[in-house]
């Protein structure tokens, strides 16, 4: 990209939309955080409509997904809700596993500088550990069980 050549993409027209906003809709600034964390800084940083679009969908996904969580977990108490390990159902045992393997790996990435490879691994984990898997099973159990 050159801007004496023209091709840039300024950021507030990112965060703001163009005058028309069908063609050029306003993305704010989170999800233009969220391309520029996802943009690997070691090679040519690639932009345009395309992939301003696809950073959007994954970041309202992530997002949806953080809403649905806080949502279902907004009256928890540790005081009181509080579950030992060893009781809880094999599928949250097992979630448990997979949070710590990702939380090691996005440690070593971010320790590593390698913003890109963050935003990759949240956004698998989000979409097929937590919405495609986890949040499936534990629906039931949300919506059925008594609160106790």
Same mark, same amino acid.
């Given at each position: ?5 023209? @091709? ?6 990112? +965060? ?10 306003? %993305? ?7 391309? !520029? ?21 994954? %970041? *309202? ?12 977990? @907004?009256? #928890? ?5 509080? !579950?030992? %390990?060893?009781?809880?159902?094999? !599928?949250? *045992? ?6 710590? &393997?990702?939380?090691?790996? +996005? ?6 500088? &390698? #913003? ?10 989000? @979409? ?6 986890? #949040? ?6 949300? %919506? ?5």
């Amino acid at each position: 990209m050159s801007k004496s050549v023209g @091709n840039v993409v300024e950021p507030k027209f990112i +965060i703001d939309g163009g005058t028309n906003k069908k063609q050029d809709p306003a %993305y704010g600034a989170d999800v233009m955080r969220w391309w !520029v964390a996802s943009t690997d800084y070691t090679r040519d940083v690639i932009v345009g409509k395309n992939v301003l679009a696809s950073a959007a969908e994954n %970041y *309202r996904k992530v997002r949806n997904c953080t809403r649905f969580l806080l949502g279902s977990t @907004n009256d #928890f108490r540790v005081a009181q809700h509080h !579950v030992p %390990y060893s009781q809880l159902p094999e !599928v949250d *045992r097992f979630m448990l596993h997979q949070l710590h &393997e990702w939380q090691g790996s +996005i440690t070593r990435h971010y320790d590593a500088h &390698e #913003f890109s490879k963050v935003v990759k691994l949240v956004g698998q984990f989000v @979409n097929q550990e937590l919405s495609a898997f986890y #949040f499936e099973v534990a629906k039931d159990r949300l %919506y059925a069980d008594p609160v106790d």
